[in-house]
């Protein structure tokens, strides 16, 4: 069975500061999607970015970029020039390539943005 | 808009009771899905549609029951032999193959169960 596992139950950024959330996965297959939730206290599930595990590229979306190292099978989130509103539980999310598969979801990382 | 309700945000009910969760999408979706979170648990996954008239079970099913008669429509029942039910709970929901390979999932605002 797949897991994903964050090992940061809680981080801190300062305002405008860089800080990088980790995940990590186990899976024995080689076709996947890795995905960052952020969950604001909303609660809304928000899709921050993707990756394909096809995919050398890293993906970027504005402030949010991801280290993805597929052999060590990690998969980590910057989050650049943090702001308040940046403030969230994070999930990490593995899902299977083929088809509409579920999501495994590590435990969270809950980040605090310092002003 | 195009999107995922659930209804009610927050429910009570008085343990032995079995209560169903709403969830309806009109984004024309193939699939959904019933996740339960916890605090310091992330979300797991209750159930599963990938189809109409067609379901698996997930990780913790024991206890939830579901049905999805309609496309739009994947009701969730807690049902009295659920041991813990008080929970948040997501529904979610992607599109289909042919929409192309990410089959990205959108979730619903949430249900908040609280059993007494």
């Known amino acids: 069975a797949q897991t994903v596992t964050q090992s940061q139950p809680e981080m801190s950024v300062q305002e405008a500061e860089t800080v990088t959330l980790s995940c990590t996965y186990d899976?024995?297959?080689?076709?996947?999607?890795l995905f960052w939730y952020k969950q604001p206290p909303s609660r809304q599930m928000i899709l921050v970015i993707r990756?394909?595990?096809?995919?050398?590229q890293n993906a970027t979306e504005n402030r949010f970029s991801v280290n993805f190292q597929k052999a060590a099978k990690s998969f980590s989130l910057k989050i650049s020039d943090s702001q308040l509103g940046d403030a969230a539980m994070y999930f990490c999310?593995?899902?299977?390539?083929?088809?509409?598969?579920?999501?495994?979801f590590g435990k969270g990382t809950r980040l605090s943005v310092i002003a | 808009d195009g999107g995922i309700t659930q209804s009610p945000k927050y429910l009570f009910r008085k343990e032995g009771q079995n209560v169903t969760l709403s969830c309806e999408q009109n984004l024309n979706h193939d699939a959904m899905y019933w996740y339960r979170q916890d605090p310091g648990q992330g979300l797991r996954l209750i159930y599963y549609?990938?189809?109409?008239?067609?379901?698996q079970k997930g990780d913790i099913a024991e206890g939830y029951s579901v049905s999805r008669e309609k496309k739009e429509s994947f009701p969730l029942t807690v049902t009295s032999a659920q041991k813990n039910p008080t929970a948040f709970y997501l529904c979610?929901?992607?599109?289909?193959?042919?929409?192309?390979?990410?089959?990205?999932?959108?979730f619903g605002p949430g249900t908040r169960l609280t059993v007494t």
């Open positions: 899976t024995s297959e080689s076709d996947y999607y």
């Open positions: 979610a929901s992607s599109i289909g193959p042919r929409a192309g390979r990410s089959y990205e999932q959108y």
């Open positions: 999310a593995y899902r299977r390539g083929s088809g509409n598969t579920p999501l495994v």
């Open positions: 549609s990938q189809i109409v008239n067609d379901f």
């Open positions: 990756q394909e595990a096809y995919k050398q």
